[in-house]
T-cell receptor, first 113, second 112 residues
Framework: AQRVTQPEKLLSVFKGAPVELKCNYS??????LFWYVQYSRQRLQLLLR??SRESIKGFTADLNKGETSFHLKKPFAQEEDSAMYYC???????????????FGQGTRLTINP | KAGVTQTPRYLIKTRGQQVTLSCSPI?????VSWYQQTPGQGLQFLFE???????NKGNFPGRFSGRQFSNSRSEMNVSTLELGDSALYLC???????????FGNGTRLTVT
């Protein structure tokens, strides 16, 4: 069965400190992983996806297939990073583009001034 | 481009009633999927439609159904409402192969 685990419901760090939000997954196929973010009073939006290997707003995430992890990291946290973060696993079937995302329970990140 | 639009934003229904939620995807997006969000279960996949066909379905009872129209707009219906159906229902659209979803603001359903 597909499963995404975010072990921390709440994470609080000081501004300027490094941030790491943990995500572990369980999936027998080839995983496709995402981080979504929801800022206060805004809709859920894509932050980054592993296939892009990009850095968005200073955040990066590396897929580690050996540890089945996709942790989100930022070297220096900013107050505007305070939000709810969701890790998600795409469980698409063989037919092109069929989509089903399995989400973790989310981590609420608070950056203290 | 306009974002994903969901209507209505809020609904209050009583047990046993049925409800229809609407979603207009981003122009050009042909895939529409629905998620239920609750404090206890988090975000759970309901179903996904592409070109008016349901391609994927989550583990929800048959009371939950949906459809997609030729203009890609989608509706989901919940019949015989139960208290446990109270949730935020999110619709998301995508261009398909890109697999990244664009979410609407959701419809908050309260069942009393």
């Amino acid at each position: 069965a597909q499963r995404v685990t975010q072990p921390e419901k709440l994470l609080s760090v000081f501004k300027g400190a490094p941030v790491e939000l943990k995500c572990n997954y369980s999936y027998s196929g080839s995983p496709e992983l995402f981080w979504y973010v929801q800022y206060s009073r805004q809709r859920l939006q894509l932050l980054l996806r592993h296939i892009s290997r990009e850095s968005i707003k200073g955040f990066t995430a590396d897929l580690n297939k050996g540890e089945t992890s996709f942790h989100l990291k930022k070297p220096f946290a900013q107050e505007e990073d305070s939000a709810m973060y969701y890790c998600a696993l795409s469980c698409h079937r063989g037919d092109q583009g069929a989509q089903k995302l399995v989400f973790g329970q989310g981590t609420r990140l608070t950056i203290n001034p | 481009k306009a974002g994903v639009t969901q209507t209505p934003r809020y609904l209050i229904k009583t047990r046993g009633q049925q409800v229809t939620l609407s979603c207009s995807p981003i122009s050009g997006h042909r895939s529409v999927s629905w998620y239920q969000q609750t404090p206890g279960q988090g975000l759970q996949f309901l179903f996904e439609y592409f070109s008016e066909t349901q391609r994927n379905k989550g583990n929800f009872p048959g009371r939950f159904s949906g459809r997609q129209f030729s203009n890609s707009r989608s509706e989901m219906n919940v019949s015989t409402l139960e208290l446990g159906d109270s949730a935020l229902y999110l619709c998301a659209s995508s261009a398909g192969a890109a697999r990244s979803l664009h979410f609407g603001n959701g419809t908050r359903l309260t069942v009393t």
